[in-house]
């Protein structure tokens, strides 16, 4: 019999309202920010941004946000939590973009003269949808499959070698995984400047991953000490 079931039958028995209770822990607000950032990364990616001599989308620096998130996640309450956080993430996306493509379609008011703007910023490109969801949802897994996996030899100490190593790994197969299904789409057509996409990519994100360290190894103490870890 579960804990306190007795109190809820008698609650029942005696026609009082019942409701469940909810668990206070910061795993529910930490998933909210986590599929949240994925939503709003791939409305902002569709915008083209220049600074200076780079050219960015206007996602750039939110990136770094779900990863650290992921991180916080994966080491403070193991994989499959992890894992039910980047499923739901996941087809949260996919509900977003069918519900785009609904209101899309869907016979404008008479007074509305904004569907062709709405249809450029929401209607993303299939193939750009297509390689951000597969490259998420490889990379985050992988990311916190490999931090788990180190911190079950590493125990408690080196969290930086477990940080950094999932870092790697997640990053190179989601960076891999989007810029092969994205490339034909944004006109690479060559190997070598497929291979500098993916490289230049990779490279940038795990240095930012490497720079944020300490913030992430904040977070991760933070929660620490009040999940009573």
């Given at each position: 019999?579960?804990?306190?079931?007795?109190?809820?039958?008698?609650a029942?028995?005696?026609?009082?309202?019942?409701?469940?209770?909810?668990?206070?822990?910061?795993?529910t607000?930490?998933?909210?920010?986590?599929?949240?950032?994925?939503?709003?990364?791939?409305?902002?990616?569709?915008?083209g941004?220049?600074?200076?001599?780079?050219?960015?989308?206007g996602?750039?620096f939110?990136?770094?946000i779900?990863?650290?998130?992921?991180?916080?996640?994966?080491?403070?309450?193991?994989f499959?939590a992890?894992?039910?956080?980047?499923f739901?993430g996941?087809?949260?996306?996919?509900?977003?973009?069918?519900?785009?493509?609904?209101?899309?379609?869907?016979?404008q008011?008479?007074f509305?003269?904004?569907?062709d703007a709405f249809?450029?910023?929401?209607?993303?490109?299939?193939?750009?949808?297509a390689a951000s969801?597969?490259?998420?949802?490889?990379?985050?897994?992988?990311?916190?499959?490999?931090?788990?996996?180190?911190?079950?030899?590493?125990?408690e100490?080196?969290?930086?070698?477990r940080?950094?190593?999932?870092?790697i790994?997640?990053?190179f197969?989601?960076t891999l995984?989007?810029?092969?299904?994205?490339?034909?789409?944004?006109?690479i057509?060559?190997?070598?400047?497929f291979?500098?996409?993916?490289?230049?990519?990779?490279?940038?994100k795990?240095?930012?991953?490497?720079?944020?360290?300490?913030?992430?190894?904040?977070?991760?103490?933070?929660?620490?000490?009040?999940?009573?870890?």
């Amino acid at each position: 019999m579960r804990p306190g079931s007795g109190q809820g039958v008698a609650a029942a028995a005696s026609g009082k309202p019942r409701h469940i209770e909810i668990q206070r822990s910061f795993y529910t607000p930490l998933v909210v920010v986590f599929v949240v950032v994925f939503l709003i990364s791939n409305i902002n990616a569709t915008k083209g941004v220049e600074i200076g001599p780079f050219v960015l989308d206007g996602a750039f620096f939110l990136f770094p946000i779900a990863y650290v998130v992921g991180d916080v996640l994966s080491e403070c309450f193991g994989f499959q939590a992890t894992r039910r956080a980047i499923f739901l993430g996941f087809g949260c996306m996919i509900l977003a973009v069918v519900s785009f493509y609904i209101a899309i379609y869907l016979p404008q008011a008479s007074f509305y003269e904004g569907q062709d703007a709405f249809a450029a910023t929401l209607g993303l490109v299939p193939q750009i949808v297509a390689a951000s969801l597969a490259g998420y949802l490889v990379g985050q897994l992988l990311n916190s499959w490999t931090l788990v996996k180190i911190k079950a030899r590493t125990g408690e100490k080196s969290m930086w070698a477990r940080l950094i190593g999932s870092t790697i790994v997640g990053e190179f197969g989601d960076t891999l995984i989007f810029c092969t299904i994205a490339a034909p789409v944004i006109g690479i057509d060559s190997g070598g400047a497929f291979v500098n996409y993916v490289a230049v990519g990779f490279v940038w994100k795990t240095l930012i991953e490497v720079v944020l360290l300490p913030v992430t190894y904040s977070a991760i103490g933070w929660v620490k000490r009040r999940e009573d870890y």
